[in-house]
């Protein structure tokens, strides 16, 4: 009669880090360099306090949306010419410059839905936590305790920033709108109406792809025949999903090619081209 052995009590100890033989440094070092940079430079363009907006064609970064200091109810263009950035009012006294960015209410909301975000939960995990650095590599950390203590249970309030999001993207939208203005006053299209109108169809793309739209949309759901509506939403905003991830990169390049054309054109580094008055 044979025996079988008994399965062994302990894992295997592996000396190595890891036995992938592939290039798997290169996600997580890519992408913290990336983020970092992107983390730069938009701590500097919030604190910077000037040439954020083109009161000409009502042109506002996406970096001072909405604008709540004072001095974003009078802004002098190039040519002279004098606009408010001001939709919303002002609550920021203009001492406040430097220290507290103009848009002190969204920037907050918006830093705190990406970093709870599922896509880049993994990314800055890998590249700057090594939580683990890549699938199959072996992790510095002695234990894991999840998200269920502080401050990583504060990941499940994602869909409460969600919801912040939205609020913010319409703004957004309001804005890009606006930036459909022209020289006399009336209506009005130029490269930087484009950039914005890019820039905002991508940040909605990102906003309503993620999971938590997705559960919203068509969860708690027993019977999709009965909600053909919501179903057919649900299925919208799940093929979407599929590219969450590709759309929370893209949009980190529109927010900076956004606001740095604003820069440029508030600064006087060029003009507007214009497509139509």
């Not at 907006?53 to 002279?80: A, K, R």
């Not at 705190?112 to 699938?135: E, G, I, V």
Request: contains cysteine; aromatic residues 16%; hydrophobic residues 45%.
């Amino acid at each position: 009669m044979s025996t079988v052995e008994a399965p062994a009590k302990s894992r295997a100890q592996i000396k190595e880090r890891t036995l992938r033989k592939d290039n798997w440094r290169l996600y997580p070092l890519t992408t913290f360099v990336i983020f970092t940079a992107w983390v730069v430079y938009a701590t500097v363009r919030a604190f910077w306090g000037s040439a954020f907006y083109v009161p000409e064609y009502h042109y506002l970064t996406p970096f001072y949306s909405p604008c709540l200091n004072d001095i974003c109810g009078n802004v002098v263009g190039q040519t002279g010419q004098e606009g408010s950035a001001a939709e919303f009012g002002t609550f920021l006294p203009e001492s406040t410059r430097g220290w507290i960015p103009f848009a002190a209410i969204s920037l907050p909301f918006l830093l705190l839905f990406r970093l709870t975000c599922y896509y880049y939960r993994k990314a800055y995990y890998r590249s700057f936590w090594a939580s683990p650095s890549a699938c199959a590599v072996r992790e510095p950390h002695g234990k894991y305790t999840g998200e269920r203590r502080f401050p990583l249970i504060g990941q499940n309030l994602h869909r409460y920033f969600w919801v912040a999001a939205v609020l913010i993207s319409l703004i957004n939208t309001y804005d890009a709108i606006r930036a459909f203005h022209g020289k006399d006053g009336g209506f009005g299209i130029g490269l930087g109406t484009l950039v914005l109108v890019a820039n905002v169809v991508l940040l909605w793309l990102y906003t309503l792809s993620c999971h938590s739209c997705r559960h919203i949309v068509g969860g708690r759901l027993k019977n999709f025949s009965k909600h053909p509506f919501r179903y057919r939403m649900w299925g919208w905003v799940s093929a979407i999903n599929q590219r969450h991830g590709m759309y929370a990169l893209i949009t980190l390049g529109s927010l900076v090619v956004a606001d740095a054309y604003v820069a440029l054109v508030a600064g006087g580094a060029f003009s507007d081209p214009r497509i139509f008055n």
